[in-house]
T-cell receptor, first 111, second 115 residues
Framework: TQLLEQSPQFLSIQEGENLTVYCNSS?????LQWYRQEPGEGPVLLVT?????EVKKLKRLTFQFGDARKDSSLHITAAQPGDTGLYLC???????????FGAGTRLAVHP | NAGVMQNPRHLVRRRGQEARLRCSPM?????VYWYRQLPEEGLKFMVY????????ESGMPKERFSAEFPKEGPSILRIQQVVRGDSAAYFC?????????????FGPGTRLTVT
């Protein structure tokens, strides 16, 4: 059974701080997605990483895929209250198009 | 370009009734996926469909649940004889033909409450 473990589960920080969220598995994924979900809404795709060691930047967000394609991280620089939300990582079990989701990291950024 | 549409957004059913959840994929997308999110839990894969075909239903409960994606019209997730444990948010996602990178775009979900 493939599992994706996210840490930390909860994160409460002040505006302007940096943070990193981790997503780990013992399984190899052909790709990994990061989503953000607001209460009462569906997950919104932020990024897809495919190649081991790949780094992608989206404004203040930096996503990294581990060399072995088993883990990933999301780093947010100078967090803002608008970054508040549930961050989910999801791995694609290659060829099956079936996403395995982590339980999520609930981020609260206080002004 | 409209995103993934789901309706209804909220659905209340009494135990024993049937629930029908609809999903219209993004324009140009021919792959549809259904996921369930139980309260305080992560999203769990249920079923993967292409037009008129069920590709992978390994996450579907064996009884009472069925899904279809007809040639015309939306994909339907059908739950017969609902029980309290079926109360959850049900999300549909879609991806375009040939997508191989796991990119799926989600709808806003249908929140099912069984009373």
């Amino acid at each position: 059974t493939q599992l994706l473990e996210q840490s930390p589960q909860f994160l409460s920080i002040q505006e302007g701080e940096n943070l990193t969220v981790y997503c780990n598995s013992s399984s190899v994924f052909s790709s990994l997605q990061w989503y953000r979900q607001e209460p009462g809404e569906g997950p919104v795709l932020l990024v897809t990483v495919v190649t081991g060691g790949e780094v992608k930047k989206l404004k203040r967000l930096t996503f990294q895929f581990g060399d072995a394609r088993k883990d990933s991280s999301l780093h947010i620089t100078a967090a803002q209250p608008g970054d508040t939300g549930l961050y989910l990582c999801a791995g694609d079990v290659g060829g099956y198009n079936k996403l395995i989701f982590g339980a999520g990291t609930r981020l609260a950024v206080h002004p | 370009n409209a995103g993934v549409m789901q309706n209804p957004r909220h659905l209340v059913r009494r135990r024993g009734q049937e629930a029908r959840l609809r999903c219209s994929p993004m324009k140009g997308h021919s792959h549809v996926y259904w996921y369930r999110q139980l309260p305080e839990e992560g999203l769990k894969f249920m079923v993967y469909l292409q037009k008129e075909n069920i590709i992978d239903e390994s996450g579907m409960p064996k009884e009472r649940f069925s899904a279809e994606f007809p040639k015309e019209g939306p994909s339907i997730l059908r739950i017969q004889q609902v029980v309290r444990g079926d109360s959850a948010a049900y999300f549909c996602a879609s991806s375009p033909q040939g997508a191989s990178k796991g990119e799926q775009y989600f709808g806003p979900g249908t929140r099912l409450t069984v009373t």
